[in-house]
């Protein structure tokens, strides 16, 4: 039997020229002047909810989505 999925919070980084954006359950939570800032701002809210409890994705929009292992 296979053990059941846990949601993730996916953590998005959108290319929104001229800046970035940080995206979360389609809401922008905040926009940057370059990708390390926002890349930066992803870590720090992904960190936090693991450390509450619930896992987290950060992904960039520009790549190529991932899943499984």
Same mark, same amino acid.
């Given at each position: 039997?296979? $053990? %059941? @999925? ?8 959108? /290319?929104? @020229? %001229?800046?970035?954006?940080? =995206? #979360? &359950?389609? &809401?922008?939570? +905040? !926009?940057?002047? !370059?990708? =390390? =800032?926002?890349? &930066?701002? $992803? !870590?720090?809210?992904? /960190? ?5 409890? #619930? %896992?987290? @994705?950060?992904?960039? $929009? +520009? =790549?190529?989505?991932? !899943?499984?292992?």
């Amino acid at each position: 039997m296979a $053990a %059941p @999925q846990i949601a993730r919070r996916i953590y998005t980084i959108i /290319n929104a @020229q %001229p800046g970035w954006s940080l =995206e #979360h &359950a389609g &809401a922008i939570l +905040d !926009t940057f002047k !370059t990708r =390390e =800032e926002a890349m &930066a701002s $992803a !870590t720090r809210r992904a /960190n936090a909810s693991q450390n509450s409890g #619930h %896992p987290a @994705q950060i992904r960039f $929009a +520009d =790549e190529p989505y991932l !899943t499984g292992g």
